[in-house]
Antibody, heavy 121, light 108 residues
Framework: QVQLVQSGAEVKKPGASVKVSCKTSGYSFPDYYLHWVRQAPGQGLEWMGWINPNTRVTHFAQKFQNRVTLTRDTSIDTAYLEVSRLTSDDTAVYYC??????????????WGQGTLVTVSS | SYVLTQAPAVSVAPGQTARISCGGDDIATKNVHWYQQKPGQAPVLVVYDDRARPSGIPERFSGSNSGNTATLTITRVEAGDEADYFCQVWDTPSDQSVFGPGTTVNVL
């Protein structure tokens, strides 16, 4: 079955960077877009961007374009999110999510368990 | 950028019907997707493309989309349906995915 397993919780200081991994299994990794979504404590879902694991093409929400990097390693079926210049506003649970259908890039049918990133001095 | 609106909370008695609305300018021209999120858990896709259900989602969950409002309907509500529900669309002009603020469904 499709599984997305994310790396563990992180605590970072303001100004630092964080890299979260998303290890996938149970399907052909290059064939499905992967999105990243975050959720601040007690808040709603915020879309950050996607990566096409086949082509490495990425696309971001405007507010993240200069601070977020999406990469992947097809040899281990793993995607990565890196956020730089962290502030306390970046404290959130970060989710990776795979699109549900091969022919859709937008709705997210499989989610990782989430990674809590806490930014605190 | 495109904005989605949702009521903060809806209360419904067990066995009754819950209707969760998602408002947006001419939202009927977009494909709307719905997610259920229980406390401490990742979201789960319950409806996509306005009215389609992923495998494993009960028929009690249905969707519609017309004019400026999309609706997720849950019939024969159960205690286990208590959760936050988020709508989502892809806004083509800005090329961004947008989530609604979420609606908490309280089962009385």
């Amino acid at each position: 079955q499709v599984q997305l397993v994310q790396s563990g919780a992180e605590v970072k200081k303001p100004g630092a960077s964080v890299k979260v991994s998303c290890k996938t299994s149970g399907y052909s990794f290059p064939d499905y877009y992967l999105h990243w979504v975050r959720q601040a404590p007690g808040q709603g879902l915020e879309w950050m961007g996607w990566i096409n694991p086949n082509t490495r093409v990425t696309h971001f929400a405007q507010k993240f374009q200069n601070r977020v990097t999406l990469t992947r390693d097809t040899s281990i079926d793993t995607a990565y999110l890196e956020v730089s210049r962290l502030t306390s506003d970046d404290t959130a649970v970060y989710y990776c999510a795979r699109v549900y259908n091969y022919d859709s890039a937008t709705y997210l049918g499989y989610w990782g368990q989430g990674t809590l990133v806490t930014v605190s001095s | 950028s495109y904005v989605l609106t949702q009521a903060p909370a809806v209360s419904v008695a067990p066995g009754q019907t819950a209707r969760i609305s998602c408002g947006g300018d001419d939202i009927a021209t977009k494909n709307v997707h719905w997610y259920q999120q229980k406390p401490g858990q990742a979201p789960v896709l319950v409806v996509y493309d306005d009215r389609a259900r992923p495998s494993g989602i009960p028929e009690r969950f249905s969707g519609s989309n017309s004019g400026n409002t999309a609706t997720l309907t849950i019939t024969r509500v159960e205690a286990g349906d208590e959760a936050d529900y988020f709508c989502q669309v892809w806004d083509t002009p800005s090329d961004q995915s947008v989530f609604g603020p979420g609606t908490t469904v309280n089962v009385l």
